[in-house]
């Protein structure tokens, strides 16, 4: 699978080499406490229908901006992966599937979007169907057609030219390593796709792949006819499914949406369109925006950053409700090669381990990177909130003598005195220096070796992606992101023995035990699935123990006073766009 790519939103100094929360208790203008995350009872609902149920005194009209330090690298639904081009997309773009997010909990739940369900597997599960919604129209007034999605699918094997989109479908689909899209000589046909009739979509696999409904929500599955297809000016002037449609796009400054006419909310179970435009500003100065929504003079108090807070505007937050704050998709560790340490000396380097200290290294603060105790975020259906002893994130380690001697002592006691770890640290980046510099000292005092091999900051993540890397701590990846939310977007892809070979593996684990349990659960049904995640979790920190649970990600971003419903998606640790609405418009 590939890595889920993750902007500045989420970015600390430890996300640079992670691959790839629930609403605020105050709904209606964001505020409000981190969920600690709560049992989910179902994954999916392929039941649900539009229109999506009405916000508690939402209004109509007036304009939303958005004033961001980061800027999204492309809008073209086929090329879009990064967490914000995802969020801001789901305005304009509808897919085949989408995520709902529960009312009470905030937690995500599949629902159908173009779509009339949610897909219907074959036995053998090579061969998924999806019947299509009839009635939608573009944004111009033309109809959708069955063939539009099998366009855009096909669209996405040009990966020549969007190299940037997510690529399971080359991994998972029919043909898909050979196919090169509808471009290349005979694009025209492609076995992985079928439409029989403008009801049906069917998509042809070489091998089961189960998350396919999960998959079909990001928007590269939203429809595109042929005939309007631009290339890579599609993004300009794309043709609009959602509540809004671009106005203009200038890319790198600026994006203004405005009312899509042509919206049906009554085939949307997920949107709403309560306002009359988004003005998207690229390019901010991050202390100069957030400082204006805090102060919310005039146009600004409409205005939100869907960056986490810069901690030196902290003093200037006079009303906390002005902060939203959820759970994020990502968990960030340290690694520890399993085949390198074994597993008693793994739990030494745990019980050693200056949680505190390395958090003020590192700039981290709880608002928006609470301490970690599991391996899955809170956000992800079947999290459940569990700490093993010393597997809470805190706590000074080492650093308290009482610490270190009782763990230099137990290193002798199992004949591994002097036990070497070993990491790369970028010698030209401050804070990647002081941390090596602080697990050195903390570690050494408790009675191991610790040797640094200090290279570039441009090559540190070509020297720890090797899984063979001659380190024992610290490789890549150093922590996940959800591409979809759910375990089997996780432990699949990072605890089984192949995940060494697909460079994705948290620790190196290689245990045909651990793969046959994590193969059970996958086999089982979505709903079937949360009960069962959290005992994988536990398991695999108490027996195996192949990282250190450090930080989640969590969002603590800044909105104006006259912005209502602004939430956290816990699906992208950004705002839910759809549902903002202007208290006086």
């Known amino acids: 699978m590939q890595w889920k790519r993750i902007t500045a939103v989420a970015a600390t100094v430890m996300l640079a080499a992670v691959a790839c929360g629930s609403p605020s208790s105050n709904n209606n203008s964001g505020g409000g406490k981190v969920q600690e995350g709560t049992t989910q009872e179902k994954a999916t609902d392929p039941t649900a229908k539009g229109p999506a149920a009405e916000i508690d005194g939402a209004k109509k009209g007036g304009t939303v901006t958005i004033l961001s330090d980061v800027t999204p690298d492309t809008f073209d639904p086929t090329n879009i992966y990064y967490v914000d ?13 989408q995520y709902k997010l ?27 169907t999806f019947k299509l919604k009839q009635g939608i129209k573009y944004s111009d007034g033309s109809p959708v057609k069955a063939e539009d999605y099998a366009y855009s699918i096909k669209r996405s094997f040009a990966h020549e030219l969007y190299d940037s989109g997510p690529t399971y479908q080359i991994q998972f689909f029919k043909d898909g390593e050979k196919y090169k899209g509808p471009y290349a000589a005979g694009g025209d046909n492609y076995s992985g796709v079928e439409t029989p009739d403008q009801n049906t979509l069917v998509i042809h696999l070489a091998k089961k792949f189960d998350d396919l409904p999960f998959y079909a929500a990001f928007p590269l599955f939203t429809p595109i006819p042929k005939a309007k297809d631009t290339q890579k000016n599609y993004e300009q002037k794309p043709l609009a499914t959602g509540p809004y449609m671009v106005q ?5 400054t600026s994006l203004n949406l405005v009312k899509n006419p042509n919206w049906d909310p009554n085939t949307d179970p997920v949107r709403h369109q309560y306002v009359d435009g988004y003005n998207f500003k690229f390019s901010q100065d991050l202390i100069k925006a957030q400082r204006q929504v805090l102060a919310s003079n005039g146009p600004d108090a409409n205005a939100l950053s869907y960056s986490n807070l ?13 902060l939203v704050k959820g759970d994020g998709p990502c968990t960030i560790t340290l690694p ?22 390395w958090r003020k290294v590192a700039g981290l603060n709880s608002n928006d990177s609470p301490p970690a105790s599991t391996i899955l975020p809170r956000a992800v259906p079947g999290f ?17 003598p009482a610490v270190a001697a009782d763990v230099k002592a137990k290193l002798q006691a199992l004949g591994k005195s002097g036990f070497e770890l070993s990491q790369y640290y970028s010698i030209d980046d401050k804070i990647s220096t002081q941390v090596f510099q602080l697990r050195k000292q903390v570690f050494e005092a408790a009675g191991f070796k610790y040797k640094g091999i200090g290279v570039a900051k441009a090559k540190i993540r070509t020297y720890t992606g090797d899984q063979n890397a001659p380190v024992n701590i610290g490789k890549t990846p150093a922590g996940w992101c959800s591409d979809w939310p759910s375990g089997t977007s996780w432990f699949p892809v990072l605890f089984k023995s192949d995940a060494i070979a697909l460079g994705n593996s948290i620790g190196q684990l290689q245990d045909k035990t651990l793969d046959a349990e994590i193969d059970r659960v996958t086999a089982l049904d979505p709903n079937a699935q949360l009960k069962e995640w959290g005992k994988i979790d536990k398991m695999i920190l108490e027996k195996y123990l192949p990282a250190i649970p450090l930080y989640y990600s969590a969002s603590d ?3 104006g006073k006259n912005l209502g419903h602004v939430i956290n998606d816990v ?7 759809t549902s903002i609405y202007v208290k006086q418009p």
């Open 85 to 97: 081009g995802n969020q801001i997309g789901k305005l304009f773009y509808r897919a085949l599937t």
């Open 102 to 128: 529960d009312e009470k909990t905030g937690k995500p739940v599949l629902v159908p979007d173009l779509a009339e369900d949610l897909g219907t597997k074959s036995a053998d599960g090579l061969t998924w």
């Open 248 to 252: 203009s796009y200038n890319a790198g």
């Open 310 to 322: 810069d901690t030196s505007l902290l003093p200037e937050v006079k009303d906390q409700s002005q």
């Open 336 to 357: 520890m090669d399993t085949r390198k340490i074994p597993l008693e000396v793994r739990k030494l380097v745990a019980a050693a381990y200056p949680y505190d200290a």
């Open 384 to 400: 459940e909130k569990y700490e093993l002893p010393g597997l809470n994130g805190t706590g000074k380690g080492a650093q308290d």
């Open 557 to 559: 971003f800044p909105i």
């Open 571 to 577: 699906t992208q640790g950004m705002p839910e766009f």
